[in-house]
């Protein structure tokens, strides 16, 4: 059984930073490409980064150079660093698996508040 376990989210100060983690298990970690995702709240899910099997990186105009994403093929995780946070950040983080030929899995998000 697939899972993507999201943790990490909160309440922080503008500039401020967290990390997120997301938990995978029952697929072949290493084989898929790993994304973090977020959708606030009126607004459609965006993509905030990427990281694929080779470990080529890849954001959203809005996060690049404050958030890192990072994968850990040992563990089974992947982490978003998320540094110098702004209110425009606030919204439910989601954790997404995909390759090709094998569909996508979703996690079931975590919120992230950033707010004074």
């Known amino acids: 059984q697939v899972q993507l376990v999201e943790s990490g989210g909160g309440l922080v100060q503008p500039g401020g930073s967290l990390r997120l983690s997301c938990a995978a298990s029952?697929?072949?970690?290493?084989?898929?490409?790993m994304s973090w995702h977020r959708q606030a709240p009126g607004k459609e899910r965006e993509l905030v980064a990427l990281v694929t099997t080779s470990n080529t990186t890849n954001y959203s105009d809005s996060v690049k150079g404050r958030f890192t994403i990072s994968r850990d093929n040992a563990k089974n995780t992947v982490n978003l660093q998320m540094n110098a946070l702004q209110p425009e950040d606030t919204a439910v983080y989601f954790c997404k698996a995909y390759r090709a030929g094998r569909g996508v899995h979703w996690g079931q998000g975590t919120q992230v508040t950033v707010a004074s």
């Open positions: 029952g697929f072949i970690f290493s084989s898929y490409f």
